[in-house]
């Protein structure tokens, strides 16, 4: 796929179930355009390493068992965001999760990005990967794991050359405990909850696109940057 890494592509947030593809499509975007792809995974553990003053308390809480709170998670999002890689776009990987923080990270944006002339200038895009729960559900138990290399398979649609066996190295393959049956229903539960009125409200606001995320992986990268790429050309107009 040819690069477009010229222009301001601005905010890019992906909204989806588990199983819907956000950190495939995620990498491609940020090839594509050469954005960076923020996770807040990534963040959470990089200032935990780091022994940043944000990252010690982080790891206060989380030795205790304890969620990091909104508001320490929202810091490193911000630190992170006025990076100098940031400034033509990024892409959100995993945030905002709930409703609370799609209206802090509106707030952030529109006084530290919106008005600042040095930063990608266009309006956040907010694009919703919609899949079907049954595919959802094959995605999620068939996905199998080599624990040696690394690879993923699908039972249902990419499936090893042997049943259950790596085609690289020949280790039997796993199933992460985050796709077995009985926890793929407590994920999409979870998602339904708390992640799905995010999509409400950037959805009131006229700013949510939708991708049929059913289509082949190369069809729904396609959508992808053709929303991306109209986005971008009507908010620089």
Known sequence: MEKEIRRNVGP????????????????RIAEHYGVP????????????QRGTELGVQAKAFMAGGELVPDTLVCDMVADRLRQP?????FILDGFPR??????????????????NTQRGRCLPIVIGIDVDYNQLLLRLTGRRTCPTCGRIYNVH????????????DGSAL??????REEVIGERL???QLQTRPVAEYYELKGRLVHVNGDLPVDKVTEQM?????????????
């Open 157 to 168: 649609f990419q499936p090893p050359r042997v049943p259950e066996t790596c085609d690289l």
């Open 225 to 237: 940057f053709r929303e991306i790429d109209s986005h971008s050309a009507a908010s620089s107009s």
């Open 85 to 89: 890689d940031c400034e033509r776009g």
């Open 98 to 115: 709930t409703a609370a923080q799609a209206g802090w990270l509106d707030a952030l944006l529109e006084h530290e990005f919106f008005d």
């Open 37 to 48: 792809q923020v996770s807040t995974g990534d963040i959470l553990r990089e200032n935990v």
């Open 12 to 27: 890019i947030i992906l909204l989806g179930p588990p199983g819907a593809g956000k950190g495939t499509q995620a990498k």
């Open 174 to 179: 796993v199933t992460r405990n985050d796709d």
């Open 189 to 191: 539960t979870a998602y």
